[in-house]
T-cell receptor, first 113, second 115 residues
Framework: SQQGEEDPQALSIQEGENATMNCSYKTSINNLQWYRQNSGRGLVHLILIRSNEREKHSGRLRVTLDTSKKSSSLLITASRAADTASYFCATADRGSTLGRLYFGRGTQLTVWP | KAGVTQTPRYLIKTRGQQVTLSCSPISGHRSVSWYQQTPGQGLQFLFEYFSETQRNKGNFPGRFSGRQFSNSRSEMNVSTLELGDSALYLC??????????????FGEGSWLTVV
């Protein structure tokens, strides 16, 4: 399978705590993206990191990419109840078109007020 | 700017029937991709269209087909529906094929239930 794998599958924390999710993948990639999905809804794009980048920030989000280990992490700082959702990493293979993404199974994050 | 619009949002079909789902990309976007999401298989790529041409196809049977129109709107069709086709079908659009790494944006999806 060319899918990524997120770890952990489920994460439960209190508001104000940080949440860290990890993603591993198998192929050489152009970029890696993180998406959020609220129950039964579409995917919301959070952040894209290119294969030549090592770290990227967006608001309370911090993403790292280690292409030598084929892994990425998503850190959400000072989490809020509204961050409760499933989080997916998605990769675009090197040389492939952008629309063909490979998704992991996701991490279900629950943030308790 | 309006986002990716998918219709219908919910539908129920009977085994053996066919279904057509529609997707309107973000204005100016020319690439449209389709994904199927199920609890068992997760998010799986169906196909990708650009300039009315299918550019990529995932590992799905021939019952799954799609097309793109000159205004970039896309439709996907599933014939001879099976219970296992029950899923959330997601459409995504991007300005181009994005070899350089642009973001793709997803719609809210169409929930298909096959009974």
């Amino acid at each position: 399978s060319q899918q990524g794998e997120e770890d952990p599958q489920a994460l439960s924390i209190q508001e104000g705590e940080n949440a860290t999710m990890n993603c591993s993948y198998k192929t050489s990639i152009n970029n890696l993206q993180w998406y959020r999905q609220n129950s039964g809804r579409g995917l919301v794009h959070l952040i894209l990191i290119r294969s030549n980048e090592r770290e990227k920030h967006s608001g309370r989000l911090r993403v790292t990419l280690d292409t030598s280990k084929k892994s990425s992490s998503l850190l959400i700082t000072a989490s809020r109840a509204a961050d409760t959702a499933s989080y997916f990493c998605a990769t675009a293979d090197r040389g492939s078109t952008l629309g063909r993404l490979y998704f992991g199974r996701g991490t279900q994050l629950t943030v308790w007020p | 700017k309006a986002g990716v619009t998918q219709t219908p949002r919910y539908l129920i079909k009977t085994r053996g029937q066919q279904v057509t789902l529609s997707c309107s990309p973000i204005s100016g976007h020319r690439s449209v991709s389709w994904y199927q999401q199920t609890p068992g298989q997760g998010l799986q790529f169906l196909f990708e269209y650009f300039s009315e041409t299918q550019r990529n196809k995932g590992n799905f049977p021939g019952r799954f087909s799609g097309r793109q129109f000159s205004n970039s709107r896309s439709e996907m069709n599933v014939s001879t529906l099976e219970l296992g086709d029950s899923a959330l079908y997601l459409c995504a659009s991007s300005p181009d094929l994005g070899y350089s790494g642009n973001t793709i944006y997803f719609g809210e999806g169409s929930w298909l239930t096959v009974v």
